[in-house]
DNA sequence: GCCGTTTTCGGCCCGACTGTTTTCAGTCG
């Protein structure tokens, strides 16, 4: 059984709440904490490192003794110290932390006073009113526990962000109409545009005396108002996305969108910096002098950074994944941007399972300034799409150079989105597909292969000259299918070898590449292509998901294979 | 438990809100 990363992460994460809840040193909690997050974050597979002889102690945030625990998971898949917690402490105790209310600290009192050591002993409890006997609960908090309880049953987890912002415009827009509000923006991981969102956050500037909080507590979606302050309120909508709403003074607008857009680790990293500077962040500003009561910035985000000396730094790049250091030595990456995508790779018609015709896609790709479209329906192996066989794509074909004469500036790439088989071939002919200027190659079945051999079929399938592009890496739906088990590393090295590119699919249920992979990918030197796999003429907009995801991964428009004209295109994508 | 341009010990980011309090601990982000 291989030891992934977010086994580590995960022991890690559970020896931290054990030692919470058993009120160990803070600091020493949070190494573990900060271990978990680094080894859940890296690129590489840190059994690999561990294989390799290499020294973990370098890695930022594992010392020594952490990195011993880390050897000591990838032998044996356990942790002795976390064996150990669990023989003092009920093994199910740290699934109370994940209850809104219930910290380390009341989990404690709850266990040693009432013996609760699970979900189901808690409800049993608060339902017996046992819980607002004790020391620092109440009836509130108990009734609070109850509602809680019956929300995680209903539903729990990141929503995509594509479903966020569904509920996120439409409450900004009714947020900015409020009198005297001069600004509603969402701040958090959904302006930092990570695939799924916990909560949003949402940051408001306005005039005295403004009525927002009335009126944010009153929004018709509001199901539950969770905390109601002046400055602050949190509530839960009818769908269960919990909104926190931030109020703050117009002049502090920068200091408080750079706190609430986070991430908390990168905040965390950036005020340490200030306070080696002898200045103070908060989200009302950078402050300096005596007892830190001067304020020097907090209008813009630049100005926070201008204060510690730092460069603006984009919000995708906010994870303290080394983004701070590249700052500080001028070496951020120029994020790729909307107007440098010139074209879309992979998009099917009505010929198999797209909705629109040959002509409303390429009439919409036009619409959207793009020079060429790469027209690529499935083959035949997917049977449910009524995949293209040799025939039907050579009709395809013809319909595609007649239309092309219609439009001598633009250009529309023949490709086909070609299965990739069980044994690693590909799923039509050499002869077929030498006529086409590009492949897009995906596996749609055979998922829970083992991941040597998965890796391996994948990279058959690159042996192919005719193999282009490789489709939707990883097969993931974010929040419904794992992905399967692959070697994203030996991937990027065979893609590398060959001259394959890898698809960074834009489609938000699949945002496929990972931000880490578009990492490594760069790493690699393997270009990514951005690509939408649209079916309708409306999918074609998802690529602006893909460029979120690709921002993440911090690319620049050379490292994706779409921003190119299309004539240098054609000459990457000869082999 | 980590870390070091304050370097092997003594630090380790910051503030709002709630409920249970009688001045603040706990939780959360």
Not at 191 to 200: A, Q, S
Not at 471 to 478: C, K, M, V, Y
Request: proline share 4%.
């Amino acid at each position: 059984m291989p030891i992934h990363n977010a086994d580590v992460a995960a022991i890690f994460d559970r020896v931290a709440d054990f030692l919470e809840i058993a009120a160990a040193n803070p600091f020493r909690i949070r190494a573990y904490r900060n271990a978990a997050r680094t080894i859940a974050d890296l690129p590489q597979s840190v059994a690999g490192l561990v294989a390799a002889g290499e020294d973990l102690s370098r890695l930022p945030g594992i010392g020594h003794d952490l990195a011993e625990k880390i050897a000591e998971i990838v032998a044996t898949g356990t942790l002795g110290m976390l064996d150990e917690l669990t023989r003092e402490l009920p093994a199910e105790l740290t699934d109370l932390l994940q209850v809104a209310q219930l910290g380390p600290k009341r989990v404690a009192i709850l266990y040693r006073q009432l013996g609760i050591s699970n979900l189901a002993e808690l409800a049993a409890a608060a339902r017996a009113q046992q819980i607002r006997r004790l020391k620092g609960f109440g009836e509130k908090t108990e009734n609070k526990i109850l509602t809680e309880l019956q929300w995680r049953h209903r539903e729990q987890g990141r929503i995509k962000l594509i479903r966020a912002e569904q509920v996120a415009e439409p409450l900004l827009a009714y947020l900015a109409a409020v009198p005297g509000v001069t600004r509603a923006v969402a701040a958090g991981s959904y302006r930092r545009r990570r695939e799924t969102v916990g909560d949003l956050d949402i940051l408001v500037t306005c005039r005295p005396a403004s009525p927002v909080m009335e009126r944010m507590v009153a929004y018709e979606d509001v199901a539950a108002v969770l905390g109601r302050g002046d400055t602050k309120s949190t509530v839960r909508l009818r769908d269960g996305l919990q909104v926190d709403l931030r109020v703050v003074p117009d002049e502090c607008y920068g200091a408080a969108l750079y706190h609430f857009t986070g991430s908390k680790e990168h905040n965390v990293a950036v005020r340490k910096i200030a306070v080696q500077k002898g200045l103070k962040i908060n989200e009302y500003g950078i402050f300096g002098g005596e007892d830190h009561g001067r304020r020097l910035a907090g209008a813009s985000e630049e100005e926070v950074l201008g204060a510690i000396g730092l460069p603006f730094i984009e919000p995708e790049l906010r994870e303290n994944q080394g983004e701070i250091e590249a700052a500080r030595s001028g070496r951020l990456p120029e994020l790729i941007v909307a107007d440098d995508i010139r074209g879309d790779l992979h998009v099917h018609t009505k010929a198999t399972d797209g909705r629109a015709s040959l002509g409303e896609m390429v009439a919409a790709a036009r619409e959207l300034g793009y020079e060429y479209l790469a027209i690529t329906e499935h083959s035949r192996a997917i049977a449910v799409a009524h995949g293209l066989d040799r025939r039907r794509l050579e009709q395809q074909l013809a319909e595609i150079d007649r239309l092309a004469e219609q439009y001598p500036d633009f250009r529309i790439l023949k490709g086909i989105e070609v299965d990739i088989l069980a044994d690693g071939s590909l799923d039509l002919p050499d002869t077929v597909l030498k006529k086409l200027d590009l492949t897009v190659c995906s596996v749609h079945s055979g998922f829970n292969l083992p991941a040597a051999r998965q890796t391996e079929r994948i990279i058959r399938a690159m042996d192919n000259p005719h193999c282009r592009i490789i489709g939707h890496p990883t097969g993931r739906l974010i929040n419904e299918r794992a992905p399967y088990g692959v070697d994203m590393e030996q991937i990027m090295a065979a893609a590398r070898e060959r001259g394959c590119f890898l698809e960074l699919n834009a489609n938000p249920d699949r945002l496929d590449l990972t931000d880490h992979h578009c990492r490594l990918a760069k790493e690699f030197g393997v270009k990514v292509a951005i690509s939408t796999d649209a079916h309708s003429v409306a999918g074609l907009a998802n690529i602006k998901y893909g460029l979120d995801q690709a921002r993440r991964g911090w690319l620049n428009r050379d490292d994706v294979l779409n921003t190119r004209p299309v004539s240098e295109l054609l000459h990457l994508l000869r082999r």
